[in-house]
């Protein structure tokens, strides 16, 4: 367990409004990651921080945007929603081993 | 760019069966291999993982191979339980510490 939680663990919103996604971890790793995971995708990268305030986007990062002002929090915000951003989020944290990463349990987003 | 192609599924076999599921990559340099697996309705989990050529990664009777010469990361288990059900993916590490992942291959046991 690498102390990674996650919330909303569920969310319903509408079109056009803004949400946040909070990670949480308890043992102070520098790198977190913001993923989404959609059918016949896998997993793809939507943002990811390597330190406090420090950001850059991954490969699905157009309509997401991130902020780290705490080591232990990793922000994700859907400045304003859209039906093509229902997925399932998932934060993780590199633990400097191998480049291994661990994953929270996950927040299911649905946009009506 | 770096890539990661998995077998599509789903995998269906029956309790005790062998099993395979096939992941090769695209890659420069020698980046670490990973297998993950998600139980239904809950995140992912670190399976087994291996770094450098020819190693073999092993846990919970699952193994995988990293074979450079056919750029492959096969995952196998000689025989399966119900409680192995689950969807499985394979990812590559970049060099900076990003993950790619394959598109996950579903695996459903029959008792």
């Known amino acids: 367990d690498a102390g990674i939680t996650q919330s909303p663990r569920h969310k319903v919103t509408e079109t056009g409004t803004p949400v946040t996604l909070r990670c949480h971890q308890t043992?102070?790793?520098?790198?977190m990651y913001w993923y989404r995971q959609d059918p016949g995708h896998g997993l793809r990268l939507i943002h990811y921080?390597?330190?406090?305030?420090?950001?850059d986007k991954g490969e699905v990062s157009d309509g997401y945007s991130v902020s780290r002002s705490k080591t232990e929090d990793f922000l994700l915000t859907l400045e304003s929603a859209t039906s093509s951003q229902t997925s399932v989020y998932f934060c993780?944290?590199?633990?400097?081993?191998?480049?291994?990463?661990?994953f929270g349990p996950g927040t299911r987003l649905t946009v009506l | 760019g770096n890539s990661v192609t998995q077998m599509e599924g789903p995998v269906t076999l029956s309790e005790e069966a062998f099993l395979t599921i096939n992941c090769t990559y695209t890659?420069?340099?020698?980046?670490?291999l990973f297998w993950y697996v998600q139980y239904p309705g809950e995140g992912l989990q670190l399976l087994l993982k291996a770094t450098k050529a020819d190693d073999k990664g092993s846990n919970k009777g699952f193994e995988a191979t990293y074979r450079k010469e056919t750029t492959s990361f096969h995952l196998e288990k000689g025989s399966v339980q119900v409680s192995d059900s689950a969807v499985y993916f394979c990812?590559?590490?970049?060099?900076?510490?990003?993950?790619?992942f394959g598109q996950g291959t579903t695996l459903q046991v029959k008792p």
């Open positions: 993780a944290i590199n633990s400097g081993r191998n480049n291994e990463q661990f």
């Open positions: 921080s390597y330190g406090v305030k420090d950001t």
């Open positions: 990812a590559l590490s970049e060099i900076t510490g990003k993950l790619i």
């Open positions: 043992e102070n790793h520098r790198y």
């Open positions: 890659a420069t340099g020698y980046p670490s």
